[in-house]
């Protein structure tokens, strides 16, 4: 009798447990297809977000890009426009020096063109050395000019075939001048590196881009005005100036040889 149980009871328990898997296999399988249908909005949202961040950041480079090459262009066009004008300055000299062989000058009839052979750094205190000389008739003091109007220095030793060439720059040297043409003399006064350095009257009326001039019945021009400084109870305006030239460029100048 209890066996009979006993097998009645294994018979039910092997039901009940074929039962419970099978249950188990289609809640998985339902579960499932919910979970895919609950989520697949989310999927597919999180797909067009990625797409779309991938296109936007493919918009930014190609933007990068476009900038990039925008300025690459522009450094070209600015560098051939140097050229350009580097060229054109050239082409303007060359013409020049060609008018002006055999040395004299069309600008005037006492100026003679002449090389620059030593210069700033090389030589010292805004001197210059210039491949005329005795032998050419260049003379202690004979003015020097880098053109026609603007006067620079003067001929401060001579050689046979060569000479020394002392700026309004140099350090220490001190000319009488006006500015503007005012008709009132102040000291213009070397501070090297082509600069001058002019302690004016307060009164005097003075701007930037003025010119120092160098009095004469033919007035010359050896700086222009770049700065005023003063304070308001100072009696002096400190007044800074530069030369036409650049001291530790400049290749050819003139000499006013008097005959």
Do not use: C, H, W
């Given at each position: 009798m209890s066996n009979r149980l006993n097998k009645r009871t294994r018979v039910a328990a092997i039901s009940l447990i074929s039962l419970l898997f099978v249950l188990i296999i289609i809640s998985v399988?339902?579960?499932?297809?919910?979970?895919?249908?609950?989520?697949?909005?989310?999927?597919?949202?999180?797909?067009?977000?990625?797409?779309?961040?991938?296109?936007f950041l493919k918009k930014f480079q190609d933007k990068d890009e476009l900038i990039e090459k925008v300025a690459e262009l522009t450094f070209e066009n600015e560098k051939l426009a140097r050229e350009n004008r580097s060229k054109a300055l050239l082409a303007i000299e060359n013409e020049m020096l060609k008018e002006m062989l055999g040395r004299k000058s069309e600008s005037g009839d006492d100026l003679t063109i002449t090389r620059v052979?030593?210069?700033?750094?090389?030589?010292?205190?805004?001197?210059?050395?210039?491949?005329?000389?005795?032998?050419?008739?260049?003379?202690?003091?004979?003015?020097?000019?880098?053109?026609?109007?603007?006067?620079?220095?003067?001929?401060?030793?001579?050689?046979?075939?060569?000479?020394?060439?002392?700026?309004?720059?140099?350090?220490?040297?001190?000319?009488?001048?006006?500015?503007?043409?005012?008709?009132?003399?102040?000291?213009?006064?070397?501070?090297?590196?082509?600069?001058?350095?002019?302690?004016?009257?307060?009164?005097?009326?003075?701007?930037?881009?003025?010119l120092v001039t160098k009095p004469a019945l033919d007035s010359t021009v050896i700086a222009s005005i770049e700065s005023v400084e003063s304070g308001e109870t100072d009696a002096f305006q400190l007044v800074r100036g530069k030369l036409p030239i650049n001291v530790f460029e400049v290749s050819w100048v003139f000499v006013e040889i008097v005959e």
């Open positions: 399988a339902f579960g499932r297809n919910a979970l895919n249908n609950a989520f697949s909005p989310v999927l597919a949202l999180g797909a067009n977000v990625n797409q779309a961040s991938g296109d052979i030593s210069r700033p750094p090389i030589t010292s205190f805004d001197t210059l050395i210039i491949d005329m000389g005795r032998e050419d008739g260049v003379e202690k003091g004979d003015a020097v000019l880098s053109s026609s109007s603007n006067e620079i220095g003067y001929i401060e030793k001579v050689l046979e075939s060569s000479a020394n060439v002392r700026l309004y720059s140099s350090p220490g040297e001190r000319t009488p001048v006006e500015i503007d043409g005012n008709g009132t003399l102040v000291v213009a006064e070397g501070t090297g590196g082509g600069s001058i350095a002019i302690q004016a009257p307060r009164f005097l009326d003075i701007e930037e881009g003025a």
